[in-house]
């Protein structure tokens, strides 16, 4: 399959050692021969990993001198506080950012001077034009807390016309979620590229904490499947390449403009995807000769 005109990303979250910072510019190396557009680096709502953030977007800018986008989430933060980390980034040279609401940590109460991402989107136009890239977040399945699929697309559309660039969705199994969803943000008239946000699977149990806690639907036979394996980890993360690497190249397929990797701060599972993918002409031919039947 030719990737030469999909934007691809990988994202990673701060580590908390200096030893695990070593490791990360080790797989961000590894990674980088994937010729990324850039690296992200997750930001702790709240600011919890606030410095950590910083110290890991400037190793990787400073080790690799590629594109870094870091994180910003706006929830208890007030504007100084926002603007004071956005110079940081400007004086580093990063003009790309992931901007986002977050969720405040259990225990935390202020709400800082913004409520939503797109408060925040609007913010750093006002305060610096044109000069970031702006990404925001989007929710094929819908945003737990959103009250309707129609508020969260609304959501997203609020963003883009306070000035996101792009967006990057939670991740998501079910290539039809992301499908319908580019129907409806086409139907708004949300003339941004959304990029399906991918999580490899590595290991069952972490993957169903997390899709519980945002809101990410594991379909039935898949958990069941994934169950299945029990204790075999390398059935797990086999059988998860496989199924992953198929979901990438379906998106891919049907038009998706590329593809955000949650990495988990590895390298293994990204990597055996885009090998699957480099190996994957039958299947996208396929699928495009489905589509001309159907056409
Ligand atoms: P928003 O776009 O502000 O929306 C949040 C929800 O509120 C939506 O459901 C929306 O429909 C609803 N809403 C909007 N307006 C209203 C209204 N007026 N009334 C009621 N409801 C409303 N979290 C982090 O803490 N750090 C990270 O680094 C991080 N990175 C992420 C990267 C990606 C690609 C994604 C998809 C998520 C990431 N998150 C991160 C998680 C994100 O912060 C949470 O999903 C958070 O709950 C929502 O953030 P948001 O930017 O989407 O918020």
Not at 239 to 246: K, N, S
């Amino acid at each position: 399959m030719d990737l030469s005109n999909k934007r691809m990303s990988f994202e990673f979250y701060p580590p908390k050692s200096f030893e695990g910072l070593n490791q990360l510019i080790d797989i961000a190396h590894r990674l980088s021969a994937l010729s990324p557009a850039f690296f992200s680096v997750t930001f702790g709502a709240g600011g919890s990993t606030r410095q950590r953030t910083i110290e890991t977007v400037t190793a990787l800018k400073q080790k690799l001198g590629m594109p870094i986008a870091p994180h910003l989430a706006c929830v208890g933060f007030d504007r100084h506080e926002l603007m004071t980390l956005i110079e940081q980034y400007i004086a580093m040279g990063v003009n790309r950012l992931v901007a986002l609401r977050g969720d405040l940590p259990s225990g935390m109460v202020s709400s800082g001077d913004f409520e939503l991402a797109s408060d925040l989107v609007k913010f750093i136009r006002v305060v610096t034009g044109n000069y970031f890239h702006i990404e925001v977040a989007a929710y094929p399945e819908s945003h737990p807390q959103a009250a309707t699929m129609q508020t969260d697309i609304l959501n997203l559309k609020r963003k883009y016309e306070m000035g996101s660039n792009s967006a990057i969705t939670q991740y998501f199994f079910n290539q039809d979620a992301y499908f319908y969803f580019m129907d409806e943000c086409a139907k708004q008239q949300i003339n941004m590229p959304i990029y399906p946000g991918i999580m490899p699977i590595m290991q069952y149990e972490r993957l169903k904490r997390f899709s519980t806690v945002c809101g990410a639907e594991v379909p039935r036979w898949l958990a069941k499947r994934l169950e299945s394996y029990g204790d075999d980890a390398e059935a797990v993360r086999e059988f998860g390449l496989e199924f992953v690497g198929r979901l990438c190249e379906r998106l891919l397929a049907g038009g998706a403009p590329g593809l955000h990797f949650y990495t988990l701060n590895e390298s293994q599972a990204c990597l055996g995807i885009f090998e699957h993918l480099a190996g994957s002409g039958g299947v996208v031919q396929l699928v495009t000769e489905e589509a001309v039947e159907v056409a």
